[in-house]
Antibody, heavy 116, light 109 residues
Framework: EVPLVESGGGLVQPGGSLRLSCAAS????????MNWVRQAPGKGLEWVSG????????NYADSVQGRFTISRDNSKNTLYLQMNSLRADDTAVYYC?????????WGQGTLVTVSS | EIVLTQSPGTLSLSPGERATLSCRAS???????LAWYQQKPGQAPRLLIY???SRATGIPDRFSGSGSGTDFTLTISSLEPEDFAVYYC??????????FGQGTKVEIK
Protein backbone atom coordinates (compact mmCIF):
# COMPACT_ATOMS: atom_id res chain seq x y z
CA GLU A 1 0.00 0.00 0.00
CA VAL A 2 1.37 3.39 -1.04
CA PRO A 3 1.01 5.83 1.84
CA LEU A 4 0.75 9.02 -0.24
CA VAL A 5 -0.75 9.44 -3.70
CA GLU A 6 -0.78 12.79 -5.47
CA SER A 7 -3.18 13.77 -8.23
CA GLY A 8 -4.38 16.84 -10.08
CA GLY A 9 -1.33 17.71 -12.13
CA GLY A 10 -1.47 18.55 -15.80
CA LEU A 11 -0.93 21.20 -18.45
CA VAL A 12 -2.15 24.70 -17.65
CA GLN A 13 -1.67 28.07 -19.33
CA PRO A 14 0.29 30.87 -17.66
CA GLY A 15 -2.00 32.72 -15.28
CA GLY A 16 -4.17 29.68 -14.79
CA SER A 17 -5.05 27.65 -11.71
CA LEU A 18 -4.75 24.06 -10.60
CA ARG A 19 -5.52 22.16 -7.41
CA LEU A 20 -3.34 19.27 -6.35
CA SER A 21 -4.50 16.57 -3.95
CA CYS A 22 -2.54 14.08 -1.87
CA ALA A 23 -4.45 11.10 -0.49
CA ALA A 24 -2.91 9.54 2.59
CA SER A 25 -3.31 6.01 3.91
CA UNK A 26 -1.59 3.59 6.25
CA UNK A 27 -0.93 6.13 9.00
CA UNK A 28 -2.91 8.49 11.21
CA UNK A 29 -2.95 11.50 8.89
CA UNK A 30 -4.30 13.93 11.47
CA UNK A 31 -1.25 13.45 13.71
CA UNK A 32 1.31 14.68 11.21
CA UNK A 33 2.37 17.95 9.64
CA MET A 34 2.53 17.77 5.86
CA ASN A 35 4.47 19.52 3.14
CA TRP A 36 4.61 20.10 -0.58
CA VAL A 37 8.02 19.92 -2.27
CA ARG A 38 8.63 20.46 -5.98
CA GLN A 39 11.35 19.63 -8.45
CA ALA A 40 11.70 21.45 -11.75
CA PRO A 41 12.92 19.32 -14.67
CA GLY A 42 16.58 18.46 -14.17
CA LYS A 43 16.81 20.58 -11.02
CA GLY A 44 17.00 20.05 -7.27
CA LEU A 45 14.34 19.88 -4.59
CA GLU A 46 12.49 23.03 -3.48
CA TRP A 47 10.20 23.19 -0.46
CA VAL A 48 6.93 24.89 -1.39
CA SER A 49 4.63 24.88 1.61
CA GLY A 50 3.88 23.22 4.94
CA UNK A 51 0.86 22.81 7.19
CA UNK A 52 0.43 21.80 10.79
CA UNK A 53 -1.47 18.74 11.99
CA UNK A 54 -4.67 20.68 12.55
CA UNK A 55 -4.27 23.00 9.59
CA UNK A 56 -4.18 26.17 11.64
CA UNK A 57 -0.53 26.95 10.85
CA UNK A 58 0.62 27.26 7.26
CA ASN A 59 3.87 28.43 5.72
CA TYR A 60 5.06 29.17 2.19
CA ALA A 61 8.22 29.67 0.21
CA ASP A 62 8.71 33.25 -0.92
CA SER A 63 8.39 32.10 -4.53
CA VAL A 64 4.76 31.02 -4.07
CA GLN A 65 3.56 33.27 -1.23
CA GLY A 66 0.26 34.91 -2.15
CA ARG A 67 -0.34 32.58 -5.12
CA PHE A 68 -0.53 29.11 -3.54
CA THR A 69 -2.70 27.92 -0.65
CA ILE A 70 -2.12 24.73 1.30
CA SER A 71 -4.96 23.06 3.17
CA ARG A 72 -6.01 19.70 4.52
CA ASP A 73 -9.15 17.73 5.30
CA ASN A 74 -8.36 15.34 8.12
CA SER A 75 -11.78 13.67 7.76
CA LYS A 76 -10.78 12.68 4.22
CA ASN A 77 -7.07 12.06 4.94
CA THR A 78 -6.25 14.45 2.13
CA LEU A 79 -3.79 17.30 1.63
CA TYR A 80 -4.36 20.00 -0.98
CA LEU A 81 -2.41 22.67 -2.80
CA GLN A 82 -4.41 25.36 -4.60
CA MET A 83 -2.16 27.02 -7.16
CA ASN A 84 -3.22 30.31 -8.75
CA SER A 85 -1.52 32.76 -11.11
CA LEU A 86 0.72 29.99 -12.37
CA ARG A 87 3.95 30.89 -14.14
CA ALA A 88 6.30 28.97 -16.38
CA ASP A 89 8.79 28.61 -13.54
CA ASP A 90 6.18 26.71 -11.50
CA THR A 91 6.62 23.81 -13.92
CA ALA A 92 7.77 20.88 -11.80
CA VAL A 93 6.94 17.55 -10.28
CA TYR A 94 5.09 18.24 -7.03
CA TYR A 95 5.54 15.83 -4.15
CA CYS A 96 3.63 15.66 -0.90
CA UNK A 97 5.75 14.65 2.08
CA UNK A 98 4.82 13.64 5.61
CA UNK A 99 6.49 15.06 8.67
CA UNK A 100 7.64 18.24 10.32
CA UNK A 101 11.45 18.03 10.64
CA UNK A 102 12.07 15.64 7.74
CA UNK A 103 10.02 13.14 5.75
CA UNK A 104 10.06 9.36 5.76
CA UNK A 105 7.08 9.18 3.40
CA TRP A 106 6.86 10.87 0.01
CA GLY A 107 4.31 10.47 -2.73
CA GLN A 108 5.31 9.51 -6.25
CA GLY A 109 4.74 13.06 -7.47
CA THR A 110 2.43 14.74 -9.96
CA LEU A 111 3.70 16.78 -12.91
CA VAL A 112 2.52 20.35 -13.40
CA THR A 113 3.40 21.98 -16.70
CA VAL A 114 2.72 25.67 -17.19
CA SER A 115 2.89 26.54 -20.85
CA SER A 116 0.90 28.24 -23.59
CA GLU B 1 17.51 32.29 5.87
CA ILE B 2 19.97 29.43 6.12
CA VAL B 3 21.62 28.29 2.89
CA LEU B 4 22.93 24.73 2.53
CA THR B 5 25.86 24.23 0.16
CA GLN B 6 26.73 20.68 -0.89
CA SER B 7 30.06 19.58 -2.28
CA PRO B 8 31.25 18.26 -4.55
CA GLY B 9 28.63 18.71 -7.23
CA THR B 10 29.55 15.36 -8.75
CA LEU B 11 31.53 12.49 -7.27
CA SER B 12 32.91 9.88 -9.68
CA LEU B 13 33.71 6.64 -7.90
CA SER B 14 33.83 2.89 -8.48
CA PRO B 15 31.75 0.26 -6.67
CA GLY B 16 33.41 -0.68 -3.41
CA GLU B 17 34.94 2.74 -2.90
CA ARG B 18 34.11 5.10 -0.03
CA ALA B 19 31.99 8.19 -0.74
CA THR B 20 32.18 11.32 1.39
CA LEU B 21 29.58 14.02 0.76
CA SER B 22 29.61 17.42 2.42
CA CYS B 23 26.79 19.77 3.42
CA ARG B 24 27.75 23.17 4.79
CA ALA B 25 25.25 25.54 6.39
CA SER B 26 25.56 29.33 6.18
CA UNK B 27 25.07 29.49 9.95
CA UNK B 28 25.08 27.05 12.81
CA UNK B 29 22.09 24.71 12.91
CA UNK B 30 20.80 22.16 15.36
CA UNK B 31 21.79 18.56 14.63
CA UNK B 32 18.20 17.55 15.23
CA UNK B 33 17.13 19.33 12.08
CA LEU B 34 19.53 18.00 9.45
CA ALA B 35 18.53 15.14 7.16
CA TRP B 36 19.91 13.39 4.09
CA TYR B 37 17.95 11.91 1.17
CA GLN B 38 18.79 9.75 -1.81
CA GLN B 39 17.00 10.24 -5.11
CA LYS B 40 17.17 8.06 -8.21
CA PRO B 41 15.87 9.14 -11.64
CA GLY B 42 12.08 9.13 -11.83
CA GLN B 43 11.69 8.36 -8.13
CA ALA B 44 10.75 10.32 -5.05
CA PRO B 45 13.46 11.10 -2.51
CA ARG B 46 14.16 8.46 0.12
CA LEU B 47 15.10 9.41 3.66
CA LEU B 48 18.51 8.06 4.67
CA ILE B 49 19.59 9.99 7.74
CA TYR B 50 17.76 12.28 10.17
CA UNK B 51 18.99 14.17 13.20
CA UNK B 52 22.36 14.39 11.42
CA UNK B 53 23.38 10.84 12.36
CA SER B 54 20.36 8.55 12.85
CA ARG B 55 19.67 6.04 10.10
CA ALA B 56 16.10 5.82 8.87
CA THR B 57 14.22 2.54 8.96
CA GLY B 58 15.63 -0.04 6.56
CA ILE B 59 18.71 1.95 5.58
CA PRO B 60 21.87 -0.20 5.37
CA ASP B 61 24.64 0.52 7.85
CA ARG B 62 27.07 1.44 5.07
CA PHE B 63 25.32 4.84 5.18
CA SER B 64 26.33 7.08 8.06
CA GLY B 65 25.91 10.74 8.92
CA SER B 66 28.03 12.97 11.09
CA GLY B 67 28.81 16.58 11.86
CA SER B 68 27.59 19.52 13.88
CA GLY B 69 27.27 23.28 13.76
CA THR B 70 27.77 24.22 10.12
CA ASP B 71 29.52 21.14 8.69
CA PHE B 72 27.80 17.85 8.06
CA THR B 73 28.89 14.72 6.20
CA LEU B 74 27.19 11.73 4.63
CA THR B 75 29.50 8.76 4.23
CA ILE B 76 28.85 5.63 2.21
CA SER B 77 31.49 3.19 3.40
CA SER B 78 31.55 0.92 0.35
CA LEU B 79 29.50 1.84 -2.71
CA GLU B 80 27.04 -0.72 -4.00
CA PRO B 81 25.71 -0.46 -7.58
CA GLU B 82 22.34 0.75 -6.29
CA ASP B 83 23.94 3.68 -4.43
CA PHE B 84 24.70 5.68 -7.57
CA ALA B 85 22.17 8.48 -7.30
CA VAL B 86 21.76 12.11 -6.25
CA TYR B 87 21.96 12.98 -2.56
CA TYR B 88 20.40 16.00 -0.86
CA CYS B 89 20.79 17.45 2.60
CA UNK B 90 17.78 19.19 4.16
CA UNK B 91 17.30 21.49 7.12
CA UNK B 92 14.16 22.29 9.10
CA UNK B 93 14.23 25.93 10.05
CA UNK B 94 12.15 28.79 11.34
CA UNK B 95 8.43 28.90 10.55
CA UNK B 96 8.46 25.21 9.69
CA UNK B 97 10.41 25.91 6.48
CA UNK B 98 12.60 23.32 4.84
CA UNK B 99 15.78 24.16 2.98
CA PHE B 100 17.55 21.76 0.63
CA GLY B 101 21.10 21.71 -0.60
CA GLN B 102 21.60 21.70 -4.35
CA GLY B 103 22.53 18.01 -4.39
CA THR B 104 25.56 15.84 -5.01
CA LYS B 105 25.48 13.32 -7.84
CA VAL B 106 27.39 10.11 -7.17
CA GLU B 107 28.21 8.57 -10.53
CA ILE B 108 30.03 5.46 -11.66
CA LYS B 109 33.62 6.13 -12.63
Amino acid sequence: EVPLVESGGGLVQPGGSLRLSCAASGFTFSLYAMNWVRQAPGKGLEWVSGISETGDDTNYADSVQGRFTISRDNSKNTLYLQMNSLRADDTAVYYCAKGIYHSDYWGQGTLVTVSS
Amino acid sequence: EIVLTQSPGTLSLSPGERATLSCRASQSISNNYLAWYQQKPGQAPRLLIYGASSRATGIPDRFSGSGSGTDFTLTISSLEPEDFAVYYCQHYGNSRRWTFGQGTKVEIK
